[in-house]
C-alpha cells in the first residue's frame, strides 16, 4: 500500500476522493505526523510550558521552605506539651522548704504549692537542730 494518496490535491478534495475510493468510514485513533511549521509552534508552547511550571515549582519550594520555618516551633512544643500531658507533671526548677519528720526520721521537699517533690532518710546533718529567729517588724 502506499504510504501517501492524493497528495497532489487540496485537503478538502482529497477526503473526497478517499471517500469514493472507500469501503467505508470507521471512526478510529491514529497519529498524524506533524509538519515542520506544526512542530515550531508545539516547541514554542512546551517551552512556555516548562517556563510557568519552573516558576511554580520555585514558589513552592519557597512556600514550603517558609511552611516548615513556621510550623517547627509549634511541632516542637506541642511535642513537649505531649510529654507532658502523658507523665502527668511538669519539670520545674525552684526553691523548695525542707521540712524534717523526726517520729519518721524522713526529710521532705516541698514546693511553693505544697507538694511534696522529694524525699529522703533524716542523716546526721539533718537531726542537728538550728535556732530561727523571729523578726518583729
Known amino acids: 500500500m502506499d504510504q501517501f494518496l492524493f497528495q497532489e490535491m487540496p485537503e478538502a478534495s482529497r477526503a473526497l476522493n478517499l471517500e469514493s475510493l472507500s469501503e467505508g468510514i470507521e471512526e478510529m485513533d491514529y497519529a498524524v505526523v506533524l509538519t515542520q511549521e506544526e512542530m515550531a509552534v ?14 511554580l ?4 519550594h519557597k512556600y ?14 506541642k511535642s ?3 510529654y507532658e500531658l502523658k ?13 524534717i519528720e523526726e517520729n519518721s526520721r524522713m526529710v521532705g521537699f516541698y514546693n511553693k504549692r505544697g507538694q511534696l517533690v522529694s524525699s529522703r532518710p533524716m542523716t546526721q546533718e539533718d537531726g542537728q537542730k538550728t535556732l530561727k529567729m523571729a523578726v518583729n517588724y
Open 87 to 99: 507523665a502527668g507533671s511538669v519539670q520545674e526548677t525552684g526553691a523548695c522548704f525542707k521540712v
Open 42 to 55: 508545539r516547541k514554542s508552547k512546551f517551552t512556555s510550558l516548562a517556563i510557568q511550571e519552573a516558576k
Open 57 to 60: 515549582e520555585e514558589r513552592k
Open 80 to 82: 513537649a506539651v505531649l
Open 64 to 77: 514550603l521552605t517558609d511552611h516548615k520555618a513556621e510550623i517547627k516551633p509549634i511541632q516542637v512544643e
